[in-house]
């Protein structure tokens, strides 16, 4: 029996053709996935000038060790938030959820404005908040961004939708040097909080154009509550593929967050070296760590931005997504031996840089792809337990190996080989993972 002929192919229109260097885009999804790529790209630039601004509050107020234990708060409150977040999700539809969730968090950030206003330390309070927000807020618009896609589409156009991120962390970053530089802090609050409305709107506009358009016929209606009253723990804990991705996160986070301690302590200590460390050079030392922080963001963004652009498709398309996950872990865990060798602030930042870079980029589109063969609850309640709670707890984990070597009077290369460690479990729970989804591929659930 002769087998039916192929469906044919739309020919792909002109801002198809100009997009496939980046992403394999096909006839018909350039305006959502432009529409996602630009709603990425306000996200990721207003988290940064809001990120800027952390770090000048807590380092110039309570110093690095702080920031470290601080993390510890943040996945305590999650433990809250999650369950409630689960909770709101089951009594809303899609559409809801992506207005009400952001706007919640935008009316802190006037709190906080008025707070700085005043000449209230927020260092530690405002450390707690953007912790919070930066997890829960873009794990649920990439949510949005699965529940939009089939495995196919996400897996062509996630890297298209990743260059939004990567340009706007840049753009953002470089951004808040100029605003530092100018105004201060206070001006980067204010345009972050106008940027998170920015991001509802292009939401509900991608979402409109999601429900009216017939190709996305497999995708679940906006009217649509999101499921039963199933918290994201629930859910997580009873999948093992769910729970692999939690592993995932915890290591990446452990890893990377130590490293974050490092370069934190070189800066506090080059800030005083230049400034002082007594009460009048406050002020200079804050604005000397804004900029430093800056100019490193700055340098971070745009080598991930060039990495999104060039490679991460192109790493999908003949590594796959499994195998991609070896990459990152393979390049910090190079990146720690080189500090256990020469350990320098020339040698974080290079590391940091590095490091930060393809998380930011390769990293994080492949977490994302992850999510591409999970259930609707899962993308939205799961995902949000995992990018938040399992998240934060990797910072709790850090905190901890900050307290106890800071007591135990650990020098930079204890710290290194320590990573070295968790960066080999992390390579575990990658290849673990890899075979989940190869596994997903021979049952014919498209393993990516």
Known sequence: MTAPPAAAVPEKGPLERLLSPIADVHAGEAASALLLTLLMFFLLGGYYMLKTAREVFILSESGAAVKSYASAGQALLLLVLVPAYSAFASRVNRAQLITWMPLFFASHVAVFIVLVQAGVEVGVAYFLWIGIYNVMVIAQFWAFANDLYTQEQGKRLFPLIGVGSSLGAWIGSVRAKTLMEAQGPLRLLIGGAFIIVVCVVLARLADRLAVRDSARAKAAPAEEKLGDGKSGFTLLFSDPYLLLIAFLVLFLNVVNTSGEYLFGRYVVEAATQTYGAGEAARAARGQFIGEAYSTFYGHVNLLGLVLQMFVVSRVFKFLGVGRALFVHPIVAGA??????????????????????????????????????????????????????????????????????????????????????????????????????????????????
């Open 335 to 448: 990146g720690y031996v080189m500090m256990l060798a020469s350990p320098s602030f020339g040698a974080i930042r290079v590391l940091k840089t590095v490091d930060n870079a393809i998380d930011y980029s390769l990293g994080n589109t492949t977490k994302q792809a992850l999510w591409l063969p999970t259930s609707r609850q899962a993308k939205y309640k799961a995902k949000q337990a995992v990018d938040s709670f399992f998240q934060r707890a990797g910072d709790v984990v850090q905190a901890a190996i900050v307290y106890f070597g800071e007591l135990a009077g650990f020098a930079v290369p204890a710290f290194a080989a320590l990573n070295l460690a968790l960066t080999a479990g992390w390579i575990a729970v990658a290849a673990a993972l890899n075979r989940s989804l190869r596994a997903k591929a021979r049952a014919g659930d498209d393993g990516l």
